[in-house]
């Protein structure tokens, strides 16, 4: 019962959020048969058959919905044949697999760090070495991926193309650099807003190291910031991860959306933005949850 | 402060003299094919792209109109974000509650594919570009506009002010949402740089600002093509690009350190 109520809220967000995309790119001015070459009017009328576009758009959009909750996405309209399906179970493990390599570099280094910035006793003259990793949040992934790529190329390794999970070290390392010093940022602050509580004095009094009782006593509230961040980090990584993959020519979902803009390939675009659109409202709701038993203090009524 | 200060006038004047200097030397800013590439000298101190244009002119062009995307998107977010907030904060009730829970919905989608979306719309112009990136950008400052007009609602002056017979756009406009501004700026202010940085990045795609008008981002796709042989065509735009992210950002602490003094 408890998990009813925001697998409700999911399935609202995930259906408005549909209507909006699917009238948005439907009623745009234009359309995926204006193209440089004129077609005549009977060609048309075949395609726009095909597609069922000529049946009214309440119709439409009925087919539509249901089709995305039966798993059937549609025919992409330019990549011959091709089912929106095919093309996500082909491409999406990819950018999933980078987007997971970049999470884990970002928060398996960034929480690390911060807590040692903030378990150091604290010291006026020392400089905080933070400025220096703050450098990485001015170099969004497109600055910094061409600069890796170059240096990897003079190292004599390979900077371009997909072969297997290895070749994703790299971008991935780029994409996670620049989520590193925010979530080593929230970390700090958390641990440093837990040295000042009177239990962190407490059980260091009773003969626990600086270190020990802060983590041991201090991570539950600390961690809590960084669980929260990981929604937004999530949206970002996607657009990240698209920037990357051109860059390295990686054979994930960027490269297709991108195509899809560009060649108004309406069903792929909406088949995209529907499934990142499920993914992420999946994934803030299973935060949402965490949060909850994280810290029952934050859950929210209602 | 004096250093953000002077980063910043430096930042500007670049960028309005190369947006100035077509009209007066207008062979100045065409290209000279013979120059084509050619590497950093002292003719040219950051080289030449592949239309022997100056790269120094076209940094502080692309400059220029990435400041420019970025503080017409501000403002669009900043009209829309302080409507919306103080409408859902006046409202109340299960409207407030509906318009907050719609707000993050839009905090929750990959905004980016958004910005794609009302570029169908009115095209890939420079106005489709600021007002598709204010459209999504307006969220944090609804937030913070409502939770500000939350807290001023019940005072007297606004009491005062119904008594007088103010009707309730007049309260408004020139009571309540002067009373917002110290926030919304700070706001903004260090939000600009999230905005520049979108901006680059659809740019980078190819999504956002089109050839042959450049920003910081299209400049950079360029040189991140060319970077193994002609390496100056990245590098001066990336150190410019990182160059005035650190100063905005250092002038939105600022700001935002005076404002909560």
């Known amino acids: 019962m408890r998990f009813l109520k925001p697998l409700l809220g999911c399935l609202l967000t995930v259906l408005i959020v549909l209507t909006i995309v699917f009238f948005m790119v439907r009623l ?17 009328e075949i395609l726009q058959k095909a597609y069922g576009f000529d049946r009214p758009l309440i119709e439409q959009y009925v087919r539509f919905i249901s089709k995305v909750f039966r798993g059937d996405w549609g025919v992409s309209m330019t990549l011959e044949g091709q089912s929106v399906g095919e093309i996500l179970s082909r491409a999406f493990p990819v950018s999933l697999m980078l987007a997971i390599f970049a999470l884990v570099i970002a928060v398996g280094f960034g929480i690390p760090l911060g807590f040692y910035w903030a378990a150091r006793p604290p010291s006026r003259t020392r400089p905080t070495p933070s400025h220096a990793l703050y450098l990485f949040t001015m170099l969004p992934s497109f600055v910094l991926a061409p600069i890796v790529q170059k240096i990897v190329l003079l190292c004599g390794g390979v900077a371009y193309g997909y072969e297997g999970l ?26 440093q807003e837990e040295s000042r509580t009177l239990y962190f004095r407490v059980a260091q009094a009773k003969g626990l190291s ?24 999530a949206a970002g990584l996607v657009t990240g991860a698209f920037v990357v993959e051109t860059v390295w020519g990686l054979p994930g979902l960027g490269r297709f959306f991108v195509n899809a803009v560009f060649n108004r390939d309406d069903t792929l675009l909406l088949g995209l933005v529907a499934f990142y659109t499920i993914i992420l409202v999946v994934f803030n709701a299973s935060i949402e949850i965490i949060l909850a038993k994280w810290n029952p203090q934050k859950r929210r009524n209602g | ?75 669009v977010a900043l009209i829309i974000g302080t409507l919306y907030g103080s409408l859902s904060a006046l409202l109340g009730g299960r409207v407030d509650r509906l318009l907050m829970r719609f707000v993050e919905i839009v905090n929750a989608l990959p905004l980016v594919l958004f910005v794609v979306l009302v570029g169908l719309y009115i095209g890939r112009s420079l106005v489709a570009l600021f007002v598709a990136i204010g459209a999504i950008e307006w969220t944090t400052l609804s937030r913070m506009v409502r939770a500000r007009l939350l807290k001023v609602r019940g005072r007297d002056f606004v ?80 150190a410019v690009f990182i160059w005035m992210l650190s100063t905005l950002y250092a002038a939105g602490e600022k700001i935002r350190k005076m404002i909560s003094e």
Not at chain 1, 28 to 44: H, L, M
Not at chain 1, 166 to 188: D, E, K, M, N
Not at chain 2, 159 to 168: C, D, P
Not at chain 2, 187 to 215: H, K, R, W
Request: hydrophobic share 50%; glycine share 10%.
């Open chain 1, 28 to 44: 745009a001015p234009g359309g995926p048969f204006d193209t440089e070459r004129a077609i005549s009017n009977e060609q048309r």
């Open chain 1, 166 to 191: 290895r070749s994703l070290f790299w971008p991935s390392l780029v994409l996670g650099l620049y989520y590193l010093p925010f979530i080593a940022r929230l970390t700090q602050v958390g641990f």
């Open chain 1, 210 to 233: 600086r270190v020990a009782a802060l983590w041991r006593h201090g991570y539950k509230a600390a961690l809590g910031p960084v669980l929260a961040y990981l929604g937004p980090t």
């Open chain 2, 1 to 75: 402060m004096k250093k953000i200060l002077v980063s910043l006038f430096i930042l500007l004047l670049w960028a309005f003299i190369c947006a100035a200097l077509p009209f007066f030397l207008p062979r100045m800013s065409s290209g000279d094919l013979s120059q084509a590439l050619a590497a950093p000298s002292t003719q040219h101190l950051l080289g030449c792209d592949a239309q022997g244009r100056d790269m120094l002119l076209r940094i502080g062009s692309g400059l220029g109109l990435s400041l420019w995307v970025g503080l017409w998107a501000s403002v």
């Open chain 2, 159 to 238: 009491l005062a002010a119904r008594t007088m017979g103010a009707g309730g756009t007049r309260v408004l406009f020139r009571h309540l949402i002067p009373h917002t501004f110290g926030v919304v700026l700070a706001y903004t202010m260090l939000n600009l740089p999230a905005i520049l940085v979108l901006e680059a990045t659809l740019s980078y795609l190819g999504l956002g600002v089109q050839p042959p008008q450049a920003s910081l981002g299209v400049l950079l796709k360029e040189g991140a093509e060319a970077m193994t042989v002609y390496p100056w065509l990245l590098c001066g735009p990336a």
